[in-house]
């Protein structure tokens, strides 16, 4: 069964979710019934494939298994000898299950949602090994934060410590009720944009550019601006979605969206499309091979640095979508925009090119636009098809 797929699952979720209403409204602790919901929850999502399933398990064994071994073995010691090989342990089922798929017709070990629960996992050992996470992870807060079903297929990645702050707190009755409106609200807005609007750009748009002839100019620009917003209105809904069940639960799981389409340039859409990943690549990636390079003394020049920083991290996210040609040229396309923006951002600080007022503030939310869609005309792989 699909996370958010039908309306058979949202009405299992009321069902499944009531107890944790009334607890909610009562100001009872419900977290533990939550965990048992979760077991169902998975148990209906993975229900169609075995193989998943027990993918699922042995994924989470392997990860919990790490964390508690690397907390173990850093409470012993400060050196950091074994870091990057548990890094290497915990993203290795990952990098498998996204390379076998290119070797074999047979993957047992991805399953739905591997991506995410890696980033939780890698996330964890990391926040150990900066001395950010020291005392002893329960076993049962652990996996919850790793299973934790609305946000188990797509994300919003969550933060570890965030998340245990809010298991910690105490929720009154008047202060859930607000949860449960904005959750409520927020399933309400997933709706709106998944199941109309999105739906309705799918449907009554892209699926009619096969009448104007592909190898027409109009056919590629019609597809591009028609592909970036349904692409943006369908995956804000699920993230709606996610985050009003996990309101509902009573936990704020990140937002994922912040307008991205208003976006000045390129680094102010990375800091509003797709929250939660941008954020992870940008503190367990390239913040820490700007940290690493600067420690080195390798190169000198920050602005070289930089750079190299950007290309590593969006070649690394594009190629995280997949092997498929327009996802690594995806990366590099990113890579390139960000290196050019900062070439252009350094030069505007000194010369004043680019003055700062309303027009050029309205003139630099259409140029990003459209270099934004762009990108997603080549995430699409439409550019590389030869017929509708």
């Known amino acids: 069964m699909t996370p958010y797929g039908s309306f058979t699952f949202f009405f299992i979720l009321i069902i499944l979710l009531a107890p944790t209403v009334v607890l ?11 965990m048992i919901a979760t077991i169902i929850a998975l148990g209906l999502i993975f229900s169609s494939s075995l193989q998943q399933a027990v993918a699922l398990i042995v ?38 299950s996204k390379v076998l798929p290119y070797l074999s017709n047979v993957n047992l ?74 959750g409520i609200n927020k399933i309400f807005r997933g709706f709106l ?46 993230s709606a979605f996610a985050i009003g069940v996990s309101y ?8 994922n969206f912040n307008k991205p389409f208003i976006s000045r340039n390129i680094k102010d859409f990375w800091n509003r499309w797709h929250l939660s990943l941008s954020f992870w690549f940008r503190d367990y990636v390239y913040m820490r091979f700007v940290f690493w390079m600067t420690k080195k003394k390798w190169i000198k020049n920050r602005n070289l640095v930089s750079n190299l920083g950007y290309i590593l991290l969006f ?15 995806y990366g590099i396309y990113h890579a390139l925009l960000m290196v050019l923006y900062n070439s252009f951002e350094r030069f505007n600080k000194k010369h004043k090119w680019w003055p700062n007022n309303k027009f050029t503030h309205v003139a630099a939310i259409i140029i990003t636009f459209h270099f934004i869609c762009f990108g997603f005309y ?8 030869k017929g509708v």
């Open 24 to 34: 909610g409204l009562r100001g009872k602790r419900f977290h533990t019934y939550n």
């Open 59 to 96: 994924f989470t064994i392997w990860q919990v298994v790490l964390i508690k071994a690397y907390l173990a073995y850093r409470r012993n010691s400060n050196s950091n000898g074994i870091f990057y090989g548990v890094v290497f342990l915990s993203i290795l089922p990952l990098v498998v």
């Open 109 to 182: 070990i991805g399953f739905l949602g591997i991506s995410y629960l890696t980033f939780k996992g890698t996330q964890i050992i990391m926040e150990i090994r900066d001395g950010l996470i020291k005392k002893e992870l329960p076993l049962f807060q652990l996996l919850y934060f790793i299973l934790f079903f609305p946000t188990i297929s797509s994300g919003p990645i969550d933060r570890y410590r965030r998340f245990e702050k809010e298991l910690e707190t105490q929720i009154k009755g008047d202060q859930y009720k607000q949860l449960l409106y904005d």
């Open 193 to 238: 944009y998944k199941y109309i609007i999105g739906y309705s750009i799918n449907h009554f748009f892209i699926a009619n550019l096969r009448f104007i002839e592909h190898s027409h100019f109009q056919h590629h620009l019609y597809y591009m601006y028609a592909y970036s917003l349904y692409l943006f209105f369908d995956f804000a809904g699920y």
């Open 248 to 255: 509902i639960m009573g936990v704020k799981a990140p937002e």
């Open 315 to 329: 070649l690394i996210m594009g190629i995280w979508h997949g092997l498929e040609i327009q996802y690594i040229l």
């Open 378 to 385: 080549i995430f699409s792989g439409q550019l590389f098809q």
